[in-house]
């Protein structure tokens, strides 16, 4: 291991010099955010064309990502498609002594394993996982913000930084959870966009219906029932699946009826409902009609195919 020249801190009151690899949409995003709040940056990006406007904005630019990693003093931030970009990029790169912080969507495995990656070459790495789009990016008013995992020092000595560009979640040692954290919310994100979907392929033949009115009550409905999430998280705690239950799997998995008639009714497609409504039903088949969701995700955890003789 060489000798480190650099404890990547910056002195009292002076702004940390990071620097950026990859300048998509957020790339670009965090770049100027940075740039607003101070701090010095250099940039590096596989399209030269993309640094121009940021060049003229203030930023270092260079053409040789090896450089960017060698004449970091500051956290070198990764913000590209996915982990094998990631890999491309810091191939031949000595990040010996650095601070990384992967902000590419990544799985948790991935992120462990890029972890182990910088610790084998004598770097530090933080995983990133970024709750917003690039316009939320620099606006503290608009709620985004990024969960980090790993190195607890490394976030504290950086986190003035990354939080000029958007608030900072730290989400535990493990590197993998900040990933984990990011895709288990996309994924309820994914599906309640599911349930919209099929909400408004629902109401939306009724050319007497408005649609902007249904889409309020959409809203605030599902915002009221969100709160659920807080009933099943402490079930999964206790491992009673029917504390404090007041709509049980039974008399859901029975509604379900009065839904897919409705669809039917509607000429609508049930695909987007079904196989939710499948796994409720196999939960009370199988005797634990009293419980309420939490009940459903024990079958998701099982790893295995749920079925009515379990």
């Not at 070459?121 to 709750?131: V, Y």
């Not at 608030?167 to 990933?179: E, F, K, Q």
Request: charged share 20%.
């Amino acid at each position: 291991m060489k000798l480190i020249t650099t404890d990547n801190t910056s002195a009292p009151g002076e702004k940390a010099h990071v620097t950026l690899l990859g300048l998509g949409d957020m790339g670009t995003a965090l770049a100027r955010a940075w740039l607003a709040a101070g701090h010095p940056l250099t940039v590096w990006n596989r399209t030269p064309g993309r640094a121009e406007p940021l060049a003229r904005a203030g930023a270092r630019v260079v053409a040789d990502r090896a450089e960017a990693v060698a004449s970091a003093t500051g956290p070198v931030v990764l913000c590209l498609l996915d982990d094998a970009s990631v890999g491309e990029v810091l191939e031949g790169t000595d990040p010996d002594g650095r601070d990384l912080v992967n902000l590419t969507t990544v799985t948790p495995s991935q992120a462990r394993q890029r972890a182990d990656w910088a610790r084998e070459r004598g770097a530090r790495l933080l995983d990133g996982g970024i709750m917003a789009v690039p316009p939320m990016i620099g606006r503290p008013e608009s709620g985004g913000y990024v969960f980090y995992s790993g190195d607890q020092d490394l976030f504290a000595r950086h986190r003035e930084a990354l939080e000029s560009v958007a608030g900072a979640r730290y989400v535990g040692a493990d590197p993998g959870h900040a990933a984990l954290h990011d895709v288990a919310l996309l994924s309820g994100m994914t599906g309640m966009f599911a349930g919209m979907t099929h909400a408004f392929a629902l109401v939306q033949p009724e050319k007497d219906l408005d649609q902007a009115q249904f889409a309020t009550l959409l809203a605030e409905w599902l915002g009221a029932m969100a709160g659920a999430a807080h009933g099943i998280a402490a079930q999964l705690a206790d491992g009673d699946y029917t504390k404090g239950v007041t709509s049980s799997l039974a008399m859901m998995t029975a509604g379900n009826a009065t839904l897919l008639a409705t669809a039917k009714d509607q000429s609508v497609d049930p695909r987007l409902l079904t196989p939710y409504m499948e796994l409720m039903r196999h939960r009370v088949a199988q005797g634990h009609g009293e419980e309420g969701l939490a009940g459903t995700v024990s079958l998701l955890g099982s790893g295995q195919e749920p079925s009515d003789g379990e």
